[in-house]
């Protein structure tokens, strides 16, 4: 017998009654949209989230450049600390392409200088590994790509695909330093070694220093006199204060230098560089020249500067001077690919440096580094004093300092406390420097007895994350990307109990309440932030709730984060 359907005189009815089917099935199976807060993110100089990464650590996008100039890894894991791992600008483009920064509200990454560092090793620690220049500190020249970081084409596409996603980029640049001398790039550039057969010396990393003829006249076509000053015959002149000292024994730049130099043999000889004799210009003005050319040809957004003690002022305010015009030139002539109008930006590494502004700020910086923040973990799961005194601090300026928990110069953070740390962090008066891996708990490393710092360069944990970590960064990060107020707002305490704070920008009028320690139901004060009425959101579990009596109901999971939600 056919189906009922299939009869003439029933078939519209049951194709009306099947399309309302659907149609019911449809609007029950719908999701509901999640409402919109109300987001006053500010300009980047007003609330900068900014993420660090020690690229060769991060994520190997092009495995093809792995063994540039020879390089090479070590068996050992011990031994391999200070190799290059892998990590370049094609894997930080595939990680901006799955949204893993946007997730983050990340607003700028700083990336380690990608431009060509000295071709080998050096002495690690007292003798105890092969230190290569991954971290970008060892540059040998300015104006090419290092080639484990990728190819122009890679970094273009890092830069612009960053920028379709409004996020800026910063370059970490050295003008305080080149990189040592190795054996390779001695060999590399015919400048006097020793030895043929280095390679198979079983004992060279010990005896390193003895393969290269450091009295040799031949020495001196390295970088040369009127470029560096360094300890060695030849260069011996440099002195014992902050400008003219040598750290680490790294060859100190002549920037305050008023002698017009040429380039140094090598990089005459050198058939890749893009660096050409330039007429009347001293070693500054190469430097500068040099980073600047990034800028104008990529849209680099800023510097974060290494170092900043340890070269005289004058060249930072140079530096800011130019970066400023060659970005504006840019963005004039390549208007498709800029994030928008905001000028070039630069963060200084001044040691020391906490949270009140540094006279620096106005020597061609917009904020310094925090070293303080770090040193007050004790402080984090009970942070009002910290956020009052950061507060006022930044009370009435532009955001000057940029806070950080984890740093490849000092360490990583405990591990067992990233919970209440990122929301300190996140949560903070001033700027934000995400440090990478401290979303994911990344491990420790190995850690050689003299230069414990390399442990907190170790390869991030793509296939261990700590998900809950990372669940609660996203969620703190995220809410900041939209809230100016964190970042520059007047702070008031509301409830000891649990902690509650409201942070206002009187300018822009942004607000938020937020709430730490809170667990199950509560009963929050929102009163002078938030009016009888008005609607919220609590941006960490999606909850909603009107305000009634200057207070809030609703269940928490830990922390509140209360904004508005758009009508």
Known sequence: MPHACFTKPLRAICLAAGLLAASLSTWAQAPVAAPKPVAVPGTFAENPIVYFVVTDRFYNGNPANDHAYGRQREQAPKDDVGTFHGGDLKGLTLKLKEGWFQQLGVNAIWITAPYEQIHGWVQGGQKEFKHYAYHGYYALDYTVLDQNMGTPEELREFVDTAHGQGIRVLFDIVMNHPGYLDIQTAKDFKIDILWPDSEKDANLLRNYHNYIDYNSFKFLDWWGRPWVRAGLPGYMDGGRDDLTMQLAYLPDFRTESTEFVTLPKFLKAKADTKAVDLPNTTVRGYLINWLTQWVRDYGIDGFRADTVKHVEPEAWVALKAEGLKALAEFKAK???????????????????????????????????????????????????????????????????????????????????????????????????????????????GIAPRTDKQQATRSDMNWSSPNTKVLEHWRKLGTFRSRHRALANGEHKQLSEAPYTFSRIEPVSGDRVVVAMGAKGPVNLTVAGAFADGETLQDAYTGRSATVAAGKVSLQADGYVLLERIKP
Not at 349 to 357: D, F, I, Q, S
Not at 373 to 384: A, H, I, L, S
């Open 334 to 444: 390549n208007p498709t690919r800029k994030v928008d109008d905001a000028p070039f930006w630069m963060v200084g590494e001044y040691w020391g440096v906490g949270p009140t502004r540094s006279k620096l700020i106005d020597s061609g910086f917009d904020a310094m580094i925090n070293f303080d923040f770090q040193q007050q973990e004790e402080g984090f799961t009970k942070p009002e004093k910290l956020f009052r005194s950061y507060a006022q601090a930044q009370a009435g300026k532009s955001v000057h300092m940029l806070n950080y928990i984890s740093s490849h110069d000092t360490e990583l953070l405990d591990r067992s406390h990233l919970i209440e740390a990122g929301a300190a962090l996140l949560l903070a008066p001033g700027g934000v420097q995400i440090f990478y891996g401290d979303e994911t708990a990344r491990p420790e």
